[in-house]
Structures are given as C-alpha cells and as structure tokens.
C-alpha cells in the first residue's frame, strides 16, 4: 500500500476497485459461498435469512444488527465434528462469544477455549462442561489461573515461565494437577495468502522453539510433575489457506515432540495445532472445506510422525472464524450517499469502525449487498463508510452497489460473524449492535443493543 499523509487507507484514490473484483452481470445476486447459508433473495427482492425478511428484522432490533444464521452456525459445529470425530474440536471462543453461542457450540458437541477470565466467566455462566474448557493467552492473572483450577478446566495452555510457577503454587495449594499444553512459536507465521517460516519468534506469545525455551519449559513442568503435561500447542495465524505453514509447524513441533521423549523417556500424549483457518469474504477466498483440513492435517501429522517414530498423538484444533465468521451478517441502513465526482461514491451506514474494525484495522475486506429491495440499476462501484469521525472509517472498502443506492436502504456485510461484535468499540459513544439469531422463520435476541444509559452508566459523577 502507498503511503498518504492522511493515512494509509487514503493512499489507494484509484476508483476501479481491485484487480479481482468484477463488475457483477446480475448487481442482486448473491455469492452463496459468501452468505450464512439459509440466505436467499426474496420474491419481493429482499434478502432473507431461514425465511424471515431483514426488513422485517430491521423493524423489530433496528440497525445496525449482526444477523446470525443458527442453523448455519450449527451446521459449521457438525461439519468440524464430522471431520475430526476422534479428534477435539475447540471453538476459539474469542472470534465471538455470548451464552446463546456458548450454548450452541456444546450442543453440537465441541470444545470451547477462552483467553481471559471475562471468556471464561461467560463459558461457566452458560453451563459449558468445565472439562471441555481451554484456557489461552499469555498474562493470565493469578486470580485467572486460581479461578480456572477452582472450576476445573480441562486444560490450561501455559504461555510463560512466570505462568509455570503461578500454576505450580496454585495447583499445590489446591492439591490438584492440572492439565497442560505448552505452547510453543515453531517460528511460523501464516496470513490468507502467504506463509513465512524463518523469523516470528520475536512475538509475545508462547515459548521459543528455536531458542531452546519450549524444550525447558517441557522439562521444567516433567520434572516438578505438579502440572500434568498432556502435550505441545501450535497457532500459527489466522485466515489461512495454505496447509504448507501447517506442515512446517507440524514438523517443528513434532521433532521437539521426539526430543522430550529422547530426553526424559515421555511420549506426550496429545498435539494441537491451533485455529486460523480460512473463510470467503470476498470472491478472490477460497476456503477448504473441513473435510479437506482434516485429510491434510491427518496426513501432515501421521508422516511426520511416522518420520520421528512417534505414535501420533491425539489431536484437537481451535477453529474460531470458520465457525462463526460466515454464519453472520451485519445489516445497516444507509444514511447518505455522497457522489465525489468521478473519484469515489461513498455510501454512509449508521455503524462503522465501532462494529467492524477489521477493515481499519486489517486492511480486511468485506463485500456487501442493497439488501431490502432488488434493484434494476447498473452496478456502481461504491465504498460503504461509517459514521465515526475518523476518515479510515471504512466498512467496505469496494462493491457494487446499484447506482440508485439510497438512504434509507439497507445494506447487508457478510462474513461478520468473527472478530466484529467481539472487537466492537464505543468509539464517539455509539452503542454497540445487539445480535439476533434467527431460526426456522424466528429471530431471538442474544445479546440487546446497547443505550446510551449503558453508556453513561461508568461515568461517575
Ligand atoms: C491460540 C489461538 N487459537 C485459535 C485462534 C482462532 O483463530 P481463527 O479464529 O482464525 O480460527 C486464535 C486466534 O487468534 C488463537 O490465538
């Protein structure tokens, strides 16, 4: 990306969208690998979602709203267990996180990991079975630790050396011994496209492989036997669609797997290679499916495993996004549409940054659609903008829209499921979006909108 001295979201002024982006021969149709998967267009052309209008549900919740899609949600559960079924499946609870999707997700049978003790609380306050429970992130508190050794998590994924003591004496003033995954930086780091497999040691998470500090802080845990150590852990990005970073993590942490069992006699009974895999949010995505993870994760483990002479540990994997990320679409209504002349159409909805960060944020990309009605008008290549004061308030950053685009449309983003209502903000006091889910024809609160007397309810004096 250029360089702009109001930013680097303004360096690209070219108003022909991207390389990959085509103008659409149908402006209403919608790319089904985009949407939850109950969404169609109406007869009436407005989009549906498990046959309930978003004018309707506009009507009822207001917008902004993340529309979830249950039965799609829960299909994307199954898929994973089908695809893993002697494997454990985690839902990496930060993508997005409330009791109704707690709920869910043990319905359907997965796992559940949680980084903080805010996840954790919202994991035990839905009736989450403790033992299914992983517990992430690399500050976790004393209080956090405590609180998960007093509910009984299923596992704890230590991060520190610091961590390794604080886990010591709390398991040994509780008279318990947990159980633990070492994570481990394999010195892999994998985004969408594109994987590097030299340097990205030098981040905060996890314990170095390179360095020699996984190895110790394997031995360190076997040899004060307080902490049950089941295995070693591995996350190395997100929105990945390369299995080759995979492999190299795979590879790295299995030969570290050997050499415990070279140094200490120990085969460590389970692997987990992380979450990051990726889903379509626009049209140049395309995500394997979990069938496909499985057959190449499989395959990747059992060689090397074969190639160190190990029996191949159980594993488990920590989707978030390809859970929860195409089930859910935000629906906004558009507030003003601003022509600059032959440069750019900015289409301004009543959300923005404060409920999608990633654009601002990630440089992400998103597309979108005219949602409450169908429209006979050429496609207009448009930019959905937000309402905060910030000029890189960008939702969208290119689509079609039909050129009669107006306010008072709505406008529906898919793909918003992961990393959008969870990294919401009150940015200018906007009060974040309720989520509604909507099944066989009903849509139910999950989580309610905020007010501005939520808003003001911290303020003191
Ligand atoms: C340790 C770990 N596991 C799983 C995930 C989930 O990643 P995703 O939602 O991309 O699948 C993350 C995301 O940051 C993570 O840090």
Redesign the pocket.
Known sequence: MRAHEAGALHADISNQGPAWLRTPADVNALVPALWPRSVTRGADGAVAVAGLSVRDIAAEFGTPVYVLDEADLRSRCRDFRAAFPTEDV?Y?G??FLCRAVVRMIAEEGLHL?V?TGGELATALSAGMPPERIGF?GNNKSVAELGRALDAGVGRI?VDSFTEIDRLTELARERGVRPRVLV?VTVGVEAHTHEFIATAHEDQK?GFSLAGGAAANAAFKILDEDVLELRGL?S?I????FDASGFEVSARRVLALQAQIRDARGVELPELDL?????IAYTTQDDPATPQDLAKRLRKIVDSECAAENLAVPHLSI??????V?PAVFTLYEVGTVKDLDGIRTYVSVDGGMSDNIRTALYDASYSATLASRASTAQPLLARVVGKHCESGDIVVKDEFLPADVQPGDLVAVPGTG??CRSMASNYNHVPRPPVVAVRDGHARLIVRRETEEDLLALDVG
């Open positions: 985690f990496a930060k993508a990991d980084c992430h994924i994570r998470f852990h996350h990005g997100s929105q990945i992380g979450g990051g895999f990726g920590e989707p978030g996004r390809a859970i990320g992961a990393y």
